[in-house]
């Protein structure tokens, strides 16, 4: 059996992931956003009392808002970000994007990623396996974490609740996320629920006919 426990963090309101196995205690980290040393000691701490022991750390995106507590993620269990092959120009942009859309300076995270999931990639996770999703549009490396055993999809920034994901911001292509969602995710099961990366979950039958721009 698979849980999943939420954290909503930053200011930005990002929805971090922990996913993880009932029975080995291994456990996934998605879209480690933390801001603040308090906001990562709460997922710590889950983690510490449930007894999980954190394997992957796992971006849908490497849009800052999603990966600013990767150092913290990598400095206690070692762990280094997995993104898309194509998502290395995003990373690497941040600070500037940071500053043109806050005209702030934020420390960006250190730690090197690891730029291997792509289409089709099965990553073991206990008794269940993840399936990498290439869904493109609000970045060119967006991909979305399908866990067929829990009936779950992590969508990132792809897909909301009767919404989807900006793509004003570079390398964001709305012609390409709306094909990511009618081709890629709208393709699994009706009853398949979607844990996004910002706002409340939804489900692929419910979005098929309410989400306004796609209906």
Known sequence: MMNIKTFTVNPLGVNCYVLSDEETHEAAVIDCGCMTPHEFEQIADY??????????????????????????????????????????????????????LCGLHIPMPQVEPVYD??????????STTIHVLHTPGHTPG???????????????????????????MPGGDWEQEVQSVQQVLFT???ETRVLPGHGTPTDIDFERHNNPYMV
């Open 47 to 100: 983690c510490d009392e449930a007894g999980l022991h954190p394997t992957l750390s796992l971006q849908t995106h490497a849009h800052f808002d999603h990966v600013l507590g990767a150092d913290m993620l990598h400095n206690r269990y070692g762990l280094q970000p997995h993104c898309h092959t194509m998502e290395r120009t995003i990373w690497e942009r941040n600070p500037q994007l940071v500053n043109n």
């Open 117 to 126: 999931l792509t289409h089709g990639l099965r990553i073991p996770l206990g």
């Open 142 to 168: 967006g991909v979305s974490f399908y866990a067929e055993k829990a009936g779950v999809v992590f969508s990132g920034d792809t897909l909301f609740r009767c919404g989807l994901g900006r793509t004003d």
């Open 188 to 190: 699994l099961p009706g």
